[in-house]
């Protein structure tokens, strides 16, 4: 899905920036089961043929002359953009496609969008996005907040979904603190869980279950996607 591309792109774009990886290592592991990755780039953001898709190799290896620095994952929802500020244009195809990956300076942004077993990516200009907070920071937000839907699902009852199908690797690309791997693991679980458990009401009996019970999981998501997003950020101690 693109949620777990977008992810992909962000943490290996940022390990390209700070560690040895190479762009062949990278373009491999962020295409990893699909059948290739392309880059679409109207505007000539990033030097590459507008006319043409461009392979995701030779994008990462434009992004490293010409777009050094690091980057940021947005899972936006309506009335909730995350880290983006614009323009509208990369707003709306953030929205609709339910990721992106931003600039830390806003030089641009990439949105995917599946097309079948391939993914293709759009290169939008970007505004500074705002910025995120801490890993850690947001660690403790979930806490929090898993505690307090769990408590409140209990007295009504009412599970939250499904337990999802777990990934066959780590969550993150190589070279990112093991503390912020298991932050997003969890993060990506609890997202997960809450969206299969806002889209499977079988267990609830009566409409203010249902409704208390949507709340609880539409809050913890949002803050469980806040999570993931922090996770994904280059520690800020060694940009």
């Known amino acids: 899905m ?5 992810i992909a792109l962000a943490t290996h774009l940022n390990t390209l920036q ?9 373009a491999s592991q962020i295409a990893h089961g699909d059948v290739a990755h ?8 990033l030097g590459l043929d ?24 947005a899972l ?5 953009l995350g880290v983006l500020r614009g323009p509208v244009e ?4 953030a929205l609709e496609a339910g990721a992106a990956v931003v600039h830390e ?17 759009r290169v939008l200009r970007a505004h500074r996005p705002f910025p995120v907070p801490s890993s850690a920071e947001t660690e ?24 999802p199908q777990l990934l066959d690797g780590p969550v993150l690309a190589p070279g990112y603190p093991a503390r912020q791997e298991r932050a997003a693991e969890r993060a990506l679980r609890l997202v997960q869980v809450t969206e299969a458990g806002l889209s499977d009401d079988r267990e609830v009996l009566h409409s203010f279950a249902l409704q208390r019970r949507t709340e609880l999981l539409r809050r913890l998501h949002t803050v469980a996607s806040d999570a993931l997003c922090a996770a994904c950020a280059w520690p800020a101690a060694e940009r």
């Open 18 to 26: 700070h560690t040895p990886l190479s762009a062949e290592v990278a």
């Open 50 to 73: 507008p006319l043409r898709a461009t392979d995701l190799l030779d994008a990462l290896r434009a992004v490293q002359l010409l777009a050094p620095g690091s980057w940021l994952l």
């Open 90 to 93: 990369l707003n709306s195809a």
């Open 2 to 6: 693109p949620r777990l591309a977008a």
């Open 76 to 80: 936006p929802r309506p009335g909730a």
């Open 38 to 45: 392309h880059v679409v780039d109207a505007d000539g953001l």
């Open 105 to 121: 300076g806003g030089v641009c942004a990439f949105v995917p969008h599946r097309v079948g077993p391939a993914v293709q990516w």
């Open 140 to 163: 403790r937000a979930l806490s929090t907040e898993l505690l307090r839907a769990a408590d409140a699902l209990a007295e009504l009852q009412a599970a939250s979904g499904q337990r």
